[in-house]
């Protein structure tokens, strides 16, 4: 099937290469060799085809591990602020300018700029998260300020299912005993102790892995370590959940979903954990949490919704609705995008940006 790079078609081949990297590439010194022998090409073509799909398509956003910011000793929350609409592009570009800063949207709310923020642990951070979001707070001009830290994850990620009619399947990080990445593992992480070798292969192990034939072999060179070592930290990392994988990440409008939206739910106390576990359970959900109530937010359940369109977001909304019970709810469809990147961990910005503000 010939190739159409400006439509974005992959033929049946390139989409299950993508199903196989989403899962996770092999940590092994050529790891391409073995992605291809899975799928059933050699390492040449499995070479030319995610470049082809990195590079000129844009599908693959980024391939390289995707680690857990609480399991590194990190402090991470959900912003919500309300900004003067007038001044709205100024305060987003103000928000964005801090590094731990990794998405930053508006949404179609009162409650109108939507940011996600993570900072080291002290000593590296002197503020901490709470003076953080305070100091944006006051630097944005927002008008009010809502924390939104995580306080129970049913689920994080997704795997957007390339072959033919085979949809989204959400088959990742669930907190589901069954799956093996319960909170109490995500605490258990964060009290590891991390060397300076450590930190120095996370640092590399968080770059976009160059598409050649032995690609760990210069990121073992930057970290001081050989690439057996960097390889068995890999493993290391995700026994102790600190890593949850090392994998593609796929744009999801390249990928053929061109919709998502993330909905906030009304649910009594009593029956958050039974909704979060069946919203958790539902395929097109790529994330699922449990995040504080104010008297003027009452919602509890957040959920992340992808589809192929805004009407396939939409009915699965009311799938939930009718599953859960949940009466109430509210969709935020993001209206712009400022910000949406990686958290950097252990490099210098944070410090940096704090000694100036």
């Not at 309300?82 to 570009?93: C, G, K, M, N, T």
């Not at 830290?149 to 957007?160: E, Q, S």
């Not at 990928?255 to 539902?282: K, L, S």
Request: proline fraction near 5%.
């Amino acid at each position: 099937m010939k190739q159409d790079h400006e439509s974005q078609t992959l033929d049946e081949l390139d989409a299950r290469l993508l199903d196989h990297v989403q899962r996770g590439v092999p940590l092994e010194p050529r790891p391409f060799a073995a992605l291809g022998q899975a799928v059933g090409i050699s390492e040449d073509v499995c070479l030319q085809r995610l470049g082809r799909l990195r590079r000129e398509q844009g599908v693959i956003r980024q391939i390289s591990a995707i680690f857990d910011t609480h399991a590194l000793g990190y402090a991470s929350s959900l912003v919500a602020a309300r900004i003067d609409p007038a001044h709205i592009d100024q305060a987003a570009v103000i928000i964005s300018g801090h590094p731990g800063v990794s998405h930053n949207y508006r949404r179609s709310h009162a409650f109108n700029l939507w940011y996600t923020l993570a900072v080291p642990p002290p000593p590296v951070s002197r503020l901490g998260l709470e003076k953080t979001i305070q100091r944006l707070h006051e630097l944005s001009g927002a008008i009010s300020t809502r924390a939104l830290p995580t306080l129970r994850l049913f689920k994080i990620g997704v795997n957007f299912k390339m072959t033919p009619g085979s949809g989204t399947d959400a088959e990742s990080e669930s907190s589901a005993p069954a799956q093996g990445f319960s909170q109490a593992d995500r605490e258990a992480a964060a009290g590891y102790t991390l060397s300076d070798l450590d930190k120095r292969m996370i640092l590399v192990l968080q770059q976009d892995l160059p598409l050649v034939e032995q690609p760990f072999d210069d990121w073992a060179t930057q970290a001081g370590c050989t690439v057996d070592e960097l390889l068995a930290a890999c493993q290391r990392f995700q026994e102790r959940r600190q890593m949850r994988r090392f994998s593609a990440v796929l744009r999801h409008r390249q990928a053929g979903y061109g919709a998502n939206v993330m909905t906030v739910w009304r649910v009594a106390e009593a029956d958050i954990e039974r909704c979060g576990q069946i919203m958790a359970q539902c395929a097109a959900v790529s994330h699922c949490y449990r995040r504080p109530t104010y008297d003027d937010w009452p919602y509890s359940l957040y959920t992340m919704v992808h589809g192929q369109s805004k009407d396939q977001c939409l009915a699965t909304l009311e799938t939930i609705k009718a599953q859960t019970g949940a009466e109430e709810y509210l969709p935020l469809w993001s209206l712009h995008e400022y910000k949406k990147v990686r958290v950097k961990y252990f490099t210098p910005e944070t410090a940096a940006w704090e000694a100036t503000h």
